[in-house]
């Protein structure tokens, strides 16, 4: 099993950045797929969630409306678009697997990506 995430960088606040998540090593389209974040000496957060066949999504209040997730089950990834970045933002970003419709605790995950928003 195997998770990878790529996209990450220094961006400028209100840039853009776009993360990407490749799976591989299960059936990707039995899974729901989360996107969490952890800054430095904070607890890792959920930011945003899709659903198995990508019907639903949910955010943290503090993404919803600059972040979107998406998924591709032929491709095998999920993106997380990330728009209007804030200095807040800055984290180590994590893709993870849920087995489910929503999925309860992760059962995979990759190894991160760092974003930073500094001017």
């Known amino acids: 099993v195997r998770l990878v995430e790529s996209g990450g960088g220094l961006v400028q606040p209100g840039g853009s950045l776009r993360l990407s998540c490749a799976a591989s090593?299960?059936?990707?389209?039995?899974?729901?797929m989360r996107w969490y974040r952890q800054a430095p000496g904070k607890e890792r957060e959920l930011v945003a969630e899709?659903?198995?066949?990508?019907?639903?999504?949910r955010y943290a209040d503090a993404v919803k409306g600059r972040f979107t997730i998406s998924r591709d089950n032929d491709k095998r990834t999920v993106d997380l678009q990330m728009d209007n970045l804030k200095p807040e933002d800055t984290a180590v970003y994590y893709c993870?697997?849920?087995?489910?419709?929503?999925?309860?605790?992760?059962?995979?995950w990759g190894q991160g990506s760092q974003v930073s928003v500094s001017s």
């Open positions: 993870s697997a849920a087995e489910g419709f929503w999925g309860t605790k992760p059962d995979y």
């Open positions: 090593g299960f059936t990707f389209s039995n899974f729901a």
């Open positions: 899709i659903t198995h066949n990508g019907s639903y999504e």
